[in-house]
């Protein structure tokens, strides 16, 4: 498998006029529930991205962390470099089912360091790997009885925002906490996004009052399809994830969302719908 290839379009802002307008393909957010065992959260998610594939989604999207959710501790203990079985694994995926895939993300080894990167790899549907982008806001809470970790003792912040070239579309990445952070998002549209991913492991004590709402501003404020696809449930070592995957349109309204269930949600996606809202409203503030 070729090395990645990161294109950030850091040159070319979005506007009306350089929107791609392709025609309108569905989309699939994968909603799944970590267990203990890595083999069978990676059957897990292939036979929902199969399911995904089956219903007609070119674009599919996995959560954080799909096959190594537990401690932060044994999350990093299985990072990898890229390329590297796991990224082999994905690549073979997106070619066996034919689809863009967005593959949540995975522990990618930090050389010469005890960390790890919280990465999100985007492959076409020939296997290709077409980027990653590396989580840069680190998730360190403490709420006495109800939840506490702390990301950053093993994971490794990223620096750069992404925007991939893909066959359905430019797509902005983030992961998780990154959704409180308005100014990554507004990063990702100015570098030409039309469709933003969040794969997520958002916990159900914050989902609950900020899951919907935090992505519905995001897609507002972007006038960008947002995909969410999220962990849900409790695994071993973990806390509660909230579910509620969903699929929000350029004009915040909600398309399609999961309950807290295994699910595979879809919408439709026209990239005309992104020329339109931004049209109907320019936002002069972007660069």
């Not at 949540?104 to 020939?126: I, Y």
């Not at 399809?225 to 309204?253: C, L, M, R």
């Amino acid at each position: 498998m070729a090395h990645a290839k990161n294109k950030v379009l850091d040159e070319q802002p979005m506007t009306a006029q350089n929107a791609s307008s392709g025609s309108p393909f569905l989309a699939a957010a994968v909603q799944m529930r970590k267990s203990a065992n890595v083999a069978r959260d990676w059957a897990t998610a292939e036979r929902l991205v199969a399911d995904a594939a089956e219903q007609g989604a070119k674009l599919v999207v996995l959560p954080e962390l799909f096959f190594a959710w537990g401690p932060i501790q044994s999350v990093a203990a299985l990072a990898e470099a890229i390329p590297g079985l796991a990224s082999q694994g994905l690549s073979e995926l997106a070619k066996r089912y034919s689809v863009t895939l967005v593959a949540g993300s995975l522990p990618e080894r930090q050389l010469g360091t005890s960390k790890a990167w919280n990465t999100c790899l985007v492959f076409g549907p020939d296997g290709e790997l077409l980027g990653r982008y590396r989580k840069q806001h680190l998730f360190d809470i403490d709420l006495p009885g109800k939840i506490s970790g702390r990301e950053s003792d093993w994971i490794a912040a990223g620096e750069e925002s992404v925007v991939v070239e893909t066959p359905v579309g430019r797509i902005g990445l983030a992961i998780c906490f990154d959704l409180r952070f308005p100014e990554l998002f507004s990063a990702l549209v100015n570098q030409g996004c039309q469709v933003i991913v969040v794969p997520s492991a958002f916990s159900h004590e914050t989902g609950r009052d900020h899951w919907d709402v935090l992505l519905r501003a995001r897609a507002i404020e972007t006038q960008s399809y947002v995909i969410a696809a999220n962990q849900w449930g409790t695994s071993e070592g973990a806390f509660k994830t909230y579910g509620h995957s969903q699929i929000i349109d350029p004009w915040g309204i909600q398309l399609a969302s999961a309950g807290e269930a295994e699910s595979v949600v879809l919408a439709k996606i026209d990239l005309n719908r992104v020329t339109e809202v931004r049209r109907s409203l320019p936002l002069r503030h972007r660069n």
